[in-house]
């Protein structure tokens, strides 16, 4: 059975003449053919990892790794409902959290919907692909459209089969156990994944300084930069790990000036004994800030415009509603702060706004463009019903430098 399925995938791939993935689960294999003109970092970034030439950020351990990433990953999320259905995999924790230790921005073609049987990229917000995908079964999402970046498509029936099986073993059901690629046009062949401008892993160059029961840090040889994120953990005896810290260095106020970390704090060194990883993940072309600190968030929605000026603490401020008729009002607000994160190019929050209806409000943008003053951003929008978080239409927000 297995010779036939080879030679079934030799068959398929000719006759598409493109760059397909070959994606043999334990329930059978899928013919993948891959969007790489259309979105071309997560295609790079699902070849790169599933071949181990990209490096990653073991999400258990905090260890750069470089290793085939999808081998033995189980498809630990199924939605299998009439009107709904994805098989979600590549957490590399079997679990929703978990990914490369990278992020990269949102790739949106027209052309490619959520329709039946495609691949398409997991996140958590605007910008936030990372390692996790997932397959549509037999009807369509597209409510997912320009919300997670389409990447692939099945159109081989018995790759459809196969997905269907998936759905139908449930969450934790299935699993992949091989990713293989094959090029058969030119153009496919002539594509560079290693050249799609994505972000790089590496154990950062510096010396590590202890001074017993006062504190443990990290010094660069190079500082980190725009677009770094430094991150840490620590184990006693190297089985089970804590991380300790994730360090996002953002965008600078001023554009003239570029930020710079020379130091990691990792913690007091009070323990007998300890082991750390550490791990740098660069960010090309990052314009996300790390703090919101005397910044202000602004951004439309039906009936007006929110406007969010944060003070010196970055954790608070007055909020202002400017309605499209009538006079502005507002009060102040404060952030959630269980509820904040930042990254290369995204960034959320939620806030409570009492002055306001509704008072509960979560933001999530991704951050695509940079001017002298402002951060241009896609906006995720949600507010708060007392139960629930309930998405507003999605929009735009600018944020000050």
Same mark, same amino acid.
């Given at each position: 059975?297995?010779?036939?399925?080879?030679?079934?995938?030799?068959?398929? #791939?000719?006759?598409?003449?493109?760059? *397909?993935?070959?994606?043999?689960?334990?329930?059978? +294999?899928?013919?993948?053919?891959?969007?790489?003109?259309?979105?071309?970092?997560?295609?790079?970034?699902?070849?790169?990892?599933?071949?181990?030439?990209?490096?990653?950020?073991?999400?258990?351990?905090?260890?750069?790794?470089?290793?085939?990433?999808?081998?033995?990953?189980?498809?630990?999320?199924?939605?299998?409902?009439? #009107?709904?259905? +994805?098989?979600?995999?590549?957490?590399?924790?079997?679990?929703?959290?978990?990914?490369?230790?990278?992020?990269?921005?949102?790739?949106?073609?027209?052309?490619?919907?959520?329709?039946?049987?495609?691949?398409?990229?997991?996140?958590?917000?605007?910008?936030?692909?990372?390692?996790?995908?997932?397959?549509?079964?037999?009807?369509?999402?597209? /409510?997912?459209?320009?919300?997670?970046?389409?990447?692939?498509?099945?159109?081989?029936?018995?790759?459809?089969?196969? *997905?269907?099986?998936?759905?139908?073993?449930?969450?934790?059901?299935?699993? +992949?156990?091989?990713?293989?690629?094959?090029?058969?046009?030119?153009?496919?062949?002539?594509?560079?994944? /290693?050249?799609?401008?994505?972000?790089?892993?590496?154990?950062?160059?510096?010396?590590?300084?202890?001074?017993?029961?006062?504190?443990?840090?990290?010094?660069?040889?190079?500082?980190?930069? #725009?677009?770094?994120?430094?991150?840490?953990?620590?184990?006693?005896?190297?089985?089970? !790990?804590?991380?300790?810290?994730?360090? /996002?260095?953002?965008?600078?106020?001023?554009?003239?000036?570029?930020?710079?970390?020379?130091?990691?704090?990792?913690?007091?060194?009070?323990?007998?004994?300890?082991?750390?990883?550490?791990?740098?993940?660069?960010?090309?072309?990052?314009?996300?800030?790390?703090?919101?600190?005397?910044?202000?968030?602004?951004?439309?929605?039906?009936?007006?415009?929110?406007?969010?000026?944060?003070?010196?603490?970055?954790?608070?401020?007055?909020?202002?509603?400017?309605?499209?008729?009538?006079?502005?009002?507002?009060?102040?607000?404060?952030?959630?702060?269980?509820?904040?994160?930042?990254?290369?190019?995204?960034?959320?929050?939620?806030?409570? #706004?009492?002055? +306001?209806?509704?008072?509960?409000?979560?933001?999530?943008?991704?951050?695509?463009?940079?001017?002298?003053?402002?951060?241009?951003?896609?906006?995720?929008?949600?507010? !708060?019903?007392?139960?629930? !978080? *309930?998405?507003?239409?999605?929009?735009?927000?600018?944020?000050?430098?």
């Amino acid at each position: 059975m297995k010779n036939v399925l080879i030679i079934s995938s030799a068959l398929v #791939t000719a006759a598409t003449a493109d760059l *397909i993935a070959n994606v043999e689960t334990d329930k059978g +294999i899928i013919l993948v053919k891959l969007e790489y003109q259309k979105a071309p970092q997560a295609v790079a970034n699902f070849i790169t990892l599933a071949q181990g030439t990209r490096s990653s950020i073991d999400p258990s351990t905090g260890a750069v790794r470089n290793a085939p990433y999808y081998v033995g990953e189980k498809f630990f999320r199924i939605v299998n409902e009439s #009107t709904f259905k +994805i098989a979600q995999t590549g957490s590399g924790t079997g679990t929703n959290v978990g990914g490369p230790g990278y992020t990269f921005k949102d790739e949106f073609d027209e052309t490619l919907t959520h329709e039946p049987y495609i691949l398409s990229m997991a996140n958590s917000g605007p910008n936030t692909n990372g390692s996790q995908i997932f397959f549509t079964g037999s009807v369509g999402a597209s /409510h997912l459209d320009n919300v997670h970046t389409v990447f692939g498509t099945v159109s081989d029936s018995s790759s459809q089969q196969v *997905i269907d099986q998936i759905h139908a073993a449930g969450s934790d059901g299935s699993s +992949i156990l091989a990713v293989t690629f094959d090029r058969t046009d030119a153009a496919a062949q002539a594509f560079d994944e /290693h050249a799609q401008n994505l972000p790089t892993v590496s154990v950062p160059e510096g010396e590590l300084v202890v001074s017993r029961n006062q504190f443990c840090r990290f010094d660069l040889l190079s500082p980190a930069t #725009t677009g770094d994120i430094l991150s840490a953990s620590r184990s006693s005896g190297l089985t089970d !790990w804590t991380a300790l810290t994730s360090q /996002h260095v953002g965008i600078s106020p001023d554009p003239l000036e570029t930020p710079a970390v020379d130091t990691l704090e990792l913690d007091d060194a009070s323990s007998t004994s300890a082991f750390y990883h550490l791990a740098i993940a660069r960010h090309p072309d990052a314009v996300a800030p790390s703090d919101f600190k005397s910044r202000t968030v602004s951004f439309p929605v039906t009936g007006g415009t929110y406007t969010l000026e944060f003070d010196a603490s970055g954790l608070g401020g007055t909020t202002t509603f400017t309605p499209s008729t009538g006079s502005p009002f507002g009060g102040a607000f404060t952030v959630l702060s269980d509820q904040v994160n930042t990254g290369a190019y995204h960034f959320s929050f939620a806030v409570d #706004t009492p002055s +306001i209806n509704p008072r509960g409000l979560r933001i999530q943008a991704g951050a695509e463009t940079a001017t002298d003053s402002l951060v241009n951003c896609r906006l995720s929008l949600s507010y !708060w019903n007392g139960a629930n !978080w *309930i998405p507003y239409p999605q929009g735009t927000c600018t944020v000050t430098r």
